[in-house]
């Protein structure tokens, strides 16, 4: 790897790896307060935008084995050793639980002279709404005394580079909650911070702001802290593999894919737009030589525009068209200052597909010798396996994916590009993908334990967390409980989730306060939010509501979370609390059938006056076990058939299609996600947010990407039969198809499922991981399923 230049700016990244992270901690630094103090630059304002160094050179008689130490910063940081990237963080939380990275230094030291520096900065009032704040800090902590040398006090250097300032917006005025572009003018930057022979006399000494105080420790204020629960982000080569346009410089074919030096003459102005032809997150780099006050504008999108205004709005069209289209995006911009050598990266990782490269050029020419990016998010494996001969099935598959990865880093995210937010009803399904995917669950809980730790004295947990500012959708408490009911029967981990049922208690505590006497909810406070459905009755994603201010679908939502608390209180729980909880679930099941259900459409309205259906309520209906089965089919093929009714989007289709399924209708799955090759066709690379594809903000949802759980539930038929996954079910909905086998990641292991139609018969065989069994369910039969190989000719 190549070392910094002289010149060099955040040029060089280690591939980190979850390996990279020691998990050793000292029991002390758990317990008590720490020698390490947080450290700020003095003189400098502690709550605004700025971007800071902190330098500590130390020496070593020799290479050492173990070097733990423990770092954390207020808004972020990246950690170099030895002009090494080694961390980077610290993974989102709140004050109340702000995470520190633990990072073994000593691969990365060498006998003698070693410089450890940390770039922190400080997004002030631009900061990303997902990043809580106090105040600008840095902690290093040495996990023994052995690597003490290292802790944060005021032998530590320190200067602010006053090159940066930030650029806010993105072109146009959605809902933009990401963070801010970097504006650089490299005439001003902080040379060769990141070299050992740099002369620092005249840096600042750094000043103490605050202990570092593990959480709990008494009189604990500020930033309390605990180790980080999750591994190390991935960082990923990513070149761009096409240049899509060139205006004003001649380039070479084989830029951007290989490396290759572009020349963009002494005064002119140039623009290249680059296709990464997927969409991705990614850390850009962009290295540059000469150029003396040249203004590089750097700008990423996920898709070009055909309008910003108009009585349509914006409209995005087809995302692999850009001829005639509008660029619009989160922006960086650069001065050059004249150098050979230069590098920029990114301080944080941008969204995009398409990047759009403005050069304005002054007397000198510039030359870019290579642009590329990283990929990070979470360190996701693929473990699922599913073989068919089907094309759209893996292309869905591989689409789902993608879209699950980029909506997974420090936190799910409900999309990388606008908000980054950790959003209840988001997070759900993306924790089953997680399940049925990977088997990894530590982003999971991760969630969980934020959605438990954002809960309000009211008793309901925020919509989003973390999050600076607080918001409130009543309805994702209630979904959260389905998250902690799904995390029971998917994980062998029930205490886990009987931590949470205190929690539980609340949220339900909470709706219990605005139950009338025959059960109903009435007048549900908060957004009561429940998909982003455009027709009569709806209100900003709101179910229609009756004059007398009850919801069809509330109550069914309520009813459902009454019976999955009832079922983990009664496993795990208080008796008396789950004998309450059925009890609750069992009134409301009389008064929704009293209120909603039209035996003349034999359905469930969304409210009393029976004038309103939707695919939603009747949806819930089934899922919550208030109807029997012959009427549940009944009524899933009404929602198959009948157009009359509110339809789910992408998102709600989650719920439809798994109350089809319990419907009996799963054979027809595969006939189900029109929706899904529709975003295919409008040259979508992720799962979009809503259905309305030419208007759509956000190209990447994990919401939808619902087909990588059911190609596994439902068409594969793998699904759990009781809590922590201990015994399995399969229930196979192959529709036409005649031959198909795949895995499925399971806690003790992986489940093996083959399905073969030939000359009449269906050889089928399964395998079941260690310290299992199961049942196998085909065309009402059942059939019992034990650990190791099954075979049945059916």
């Not at 759009?356 to 020419?365: C, G, N």
């Not at 998917?490 to 989730?497: A, G, K, M, N, T």
């Not at 209100?539 to 009832?566: C, E, N, V």
């Amino acid at each position: 790897m190549r070392l910094f230049l002289k010149r060099s700016f955040f040029a060089v990244f280690l591939f980190i790896t979850a390996s990279a992270y020691a998990q050793t901690i000292s029991p002390a630094l758990l317990k008590h307060q720490w020698k390490a103090s947080w450290i700020t630059v003095p003189q400098e304002s502690l709550k605004e935008y700025g971007v800071y160094y902190f330098r500590k050179n130390i020496d070593l008689a020799a290479k050492p084995s173990s070097f733990i130490v423990h770092v954390s910063a207020d808004n972020r940081y990246k950690l170099y050793v030895n002009q090494t990237l080694v961390s980077l963080g610290p993974a989102r939380g709140d004050t109340y639980y702000w995470n520190y990275e633990t990072v073994d230094l000593a691969p990365y030291l060498q006998p003698g002279k070693n410089i450890i520096v940390a770039v922190v900065w400080n997004d002030g009032d631009y900061r990303p709404e997902a990043q809580i704040s106090l105040q600008t800090g840095f902690i290093m902590q040495g996990d023994t005394p052995n690597e003490e040398i290292i802790n944060t006090n005021k032998t530590w250097k320190c200067i602010r580079d006053k090159s940066f300032k930030p650029i806010t917006g993105i072109g146009w005025h959605p809902y933009y909650v990401a963070g801010p572009g970097e504006r650089i003018d490299l005439n001003l930057s902080i040379k060769d911070w990141n070299t050992t022979g740099l002369d620092d006399s005249s840096w600042k000494n750094a000043i103490r702001i605050d202990n570092g105080n593990p959480k709990g420790v008494t009189n604990a204020f500020g930033w309390m802290l605990v180790p980080s629960s999750i591994p190390a982000m991935e960082m990923t080569r990513q070149r761009i593999p096409v240049l899509r346009k060139a205006d004003g410089v001649a380039v070479s074919p084989s830029f951007p894919a290989s490396k290759t030096a572009v020349t963009i003459p002494a005064n002119t102005s140039a623009t290249l737009l680059l296709d990464q032809t997927y969409l991705t997150n990614a850390f850009l780099t962009l290295n540059f030589s000469k150029g003396k006050n040249a203004g590089i504008g750097i700008t990423y999108t996920e898709s070009l525009f055909k309008s910003l205004s108009g009585p349509e709005g914006p409209v995005k069209g087809n995302r692999n068209e850009v001829d005639g289209k509008i660029f619009v995006g989160r922006r960086d911009s650069i001065v050059a200052d004249g150098a050979s050598g230069n590098s920029f990266t990114t301080l944080t990782w941008r969204t995009f597909r398409y990047i759009e490269v403005k050069i304005s050029t002054k007397d000198e020419p510039l030359v870019i010798d290579d642009i590329y990016g990283t990929f990070t998010g979470y360190p996701f494996k693929m473990n699922a396996k599913l073989e068919t001969s089907n094309p759209e099935m893996q292309q869905m598959l591989d689409i789902g994916w993608r879209t699950a990865r980029l909506c997974a880093g420090e936190t799910y995210t409900d999309c990388p590009y606008y908000e980054q937010l950790q959003y209840v009803g988001d997070t759900r399904i993306q924790a089953l993908v997680s399940f049925y995917n990977s088997g990894d669950d530590r982003l999971v809980r991760n969630a969980i334990n934020q959605m438990d730790h954002s809960r309000l004295a009211e008793g309901i947990t925020l919509s989003r967390h973390p999050s600076f500012s607080p918001q409130i959708i009543s309805t994702f408490s209630l979904w959260y409980i389905g998250m902690l009911h799904d995390y029971w029967m998917y994980r062998p981990d029930s205490l886990f989730i009987k931590d949470k049922l205190p929690g539980m208690r609340d949220v339900l505590n909470f709706f219990s306060n605005y139950q009338q006497a025959d059960g109903s909810l009435k007048d549900t406070p908060y957004w009561t939010f429940v998909d982003w459905v455009n027709d009569k009755g709806w209100d900003f994603g709101q179910a229609p509501k009756s004059a007398k201010g009850t919801s069809a679908i509330l109550d069914l939502q309520l009813m459902w979370a009454y019976r999955q608390a009832a079922e983990m209180e009664a496993k795990m729980g208080m008796p008396a609390f789950a004998a309450m909880y059925k009890a609750k679930a069992a009134q409301l099941k009389t008064a929704i059938q009293s209120k909603y259900w039209d035996s003349g459409k034999k359905l469930y309205a969304d409210t009393e006056d029976k004038q309103l259906f939707s695919q939603h309520t009747n949806s819930i209906a089934i899922l919550a076990g208030i109807v029997p089965n012959a009427t549940a089919h009944d009524i899933s093929l009404k929602l198959l058939n009948d157009s009359t009714l509110t339809k789910c989007t992408i998102y709600f289709k989650y719920y439809l299609h798994q109350a089809m399924v319990k419907g009996g209708l799963g054979d027809d799955y595969l006939n189900w996600l029109n929706i899904w090759r529709d975003n295919i066709k409008m040259g979508l690379t992720t799962w979009a947010e809503i259905s309305d594809l030419d208007h759509n903000r956000s190209d990447c949802h994990a919401w939808g990407a619902s087909p990588n759980i059911e190609f596994y539930r439902t068409v594969l038929g793998v699904d759990t039969y009781a809590p922590g996954f201990s015994k399995i079910k399969i229930e196979p909905h192959l529709g036409q198809i005649r031959n198909i086998s795949g895995e499925v990641p399971h806690p003790n292991g992986k489940v093996y499922a083959k399905y073969v139609f030939d000359k009449g018969k269906w050889s089928i065989n399964i395998a079941l991981p260690k310290n299992t069994s199961g049942i196998f369910v085909w065309k009402g039969k059942t059939f019992t399923l034990k650990t190791g190989n099954n075979s049945l000719s059916i």
